[in-house]
């Protein structure tokens, strides 16, 4: 059985925010620690992080690795992830996701057990304006090659590395109240309101 390790990617520079929203609390935890906290239960978690934007609240309770090639986006952060972590397959989840949820993982990991074994080299999400969530989906270690190429090439665009007949995509129409899983905040606007959300549910 192949199998998944989830990479939570913590290295951006979050320049809409004006500060790294890995550090970004909703109650007593960083947004890092409230999403490895609920995927963690779905498989083992390590935080993709850059050498100079690191997090100053890393959330001890995870591994951490380090980009090998900065400032090149999350394709960066697989690629190494990739490199060093004995995981077939990569739960890719952004740091910005605090709606998050295991139920979502669980998901497409069912969808994922219906495909036919190498049939697929991605499993993402698409809306219905195209949109592809590129950092809430499943990556298989197949790609790595093909990244690791795109990278030598100074192509750091993760969605070229995704042709139509290595994807296979879910509707995001589909999801129903998963879809909230999906909302990434940006602005502090967007922070504000998620928190009061949140907090609501906690």
């Not at 490199?83 to 295991?102: G, H, L, N, S, T």
């Not at 499993?123 to 590129?134: E, P």
């Not at 995509?169 to 999906?182: A, Q, S, T």
Request: hydrophobic share 40%; net charge negative.
């Amino acid at each position: 059985m192949e199998t998944l390790a989830i990479l939570l990617l913590t290295g951006g520079y979050s320049t809409r925010m004006g500060q790294n929203k890995a550090n970004l609390k909703i109650g007593n935890r960083t947004f890092v620690e409230k999403i490895a906290a609920e995927l963690s239960s779905c498989g083992p978690v390590c935080l993709s992080v850059s050498a100079d934007v690191k997090p100053e609240l890393i959330a001890a309770d995870y591994p951490s690795i380090v980009d090998e090639v900065p400032h090149i986006g999350p394709l960066g952060g697989i690629c190494t992830a990739m490199r060093q972590i004995p995981a077939d397959q990569f739960f890719v989840c952004a740091c910005d996701m605090p709606f998050m949820r295991a139920a979502y993982l669980q998901h497409l990991i069912r969808i994922r057990e219906q495909l036919p074994p190498g049939s697929w080299d991605a499993l993402l999400v698409r809306d219905q304006n195209g949109r592809i969530y590129t950092t809430a989906g499943i990556y298989h270690r197949r790609l790595l090659p093909q990244i690791e190429k795109q990278i030598r090439e100074g192509n750091y665009r993760l969605r070229d590395r995704l042709s139509a007949d290595s994807v296979f995509f879910i509707n995001e129409e589909n999801l129903g109240e998963l879809r909230n899983c999906l909302i990434n905040i940006n602005t502090m606007d967007e922070y504000q309101n998620a928190s009061e959300i949140l907090s609501q549910l906690a």
